[in-house]
C-alpha cells in the first residue's frame, strides 16, 4: 500500500540526507519526494510516499521521530487531504497531429507551455491517475521528454498541524551552534 507521510523538519543542511538514508538503511524504496520550505522560514516540509503495509509505516514513523531536525511526521494515508502532482511532457507533434494532441491537452485541463515545429511541452497538474492517464494517450504521438516533480499533499480543512520548534540556545557563539550531527 502506497502511504503518503509529511514530515516537518528543521530547514538546515544536511536533513534530506539523513532522512533519505533512513528509508536506504530500512530497505525502502522511496517512490516520491519533494521537499519545500514552509510559511515558516526555519521550517521545510517533506511529503514522501513508500510502498508500506500498517506495520512498516508505523516503524517509518516511529523512526522517522528518532532523527535530528524532524520536528513532526503525519501518515496521512487514510485522512481526507488533497495531493498533487506536476508533469511537463514534451510529445511530437508535426503540423497534421498537433490538434489532436492540443484537444487531448484540453481534455485534460492541461496547457501547453511550449511550442517548437516538431513538438509541444504539455503541463499538468492534478492527481498521479490523471497525469498517467494523460501520459498514456500521448505515447503513440512520440513522448520525447517527461519530468514530474512528485507528489505534494496537504490535509483538507483549515486545522494546520502544531509544530514545536527546538529551543534555540540562549547563549550567543556558544560551542552547541556548530554541532554536526549524523545518524
Known sequence: MLNTFMVYVENKPGVLTRVASLFRRRAFNIDSLTVGRTEKPEVSR????????????????ANLYKLVN????????????????LAMIRVAARHEERSHVLELANVFRARVVDVAPESLTIEITGAEDKIDGLLELLRPYGVLE?????????????????IALPAESTVTGSATDDVSYSV
Request: glycine fraction near 4%; charged fraction near 30%.
Open 146 to 162: 517527461m519530468v514530474r516533480t512528485g507528489i505534494v499533499a496537504m490535509r483538507r480543512g483549515s486545522k494546520s498541524p502544531e
Open 46 to 61: 517533506m511529503t514522501i510516499t513508500v510502498d508500506a503495509d500498517h506495520d512498516q509505516a508505523r516503524r517509518i514513523e
Open 70 to 85: 524532524v520536528l513532526l511526521v503525519e501518515n496521512i494515508t487514510n485522512q481526507p487531504a488533497i495531493v498533487r502532482d
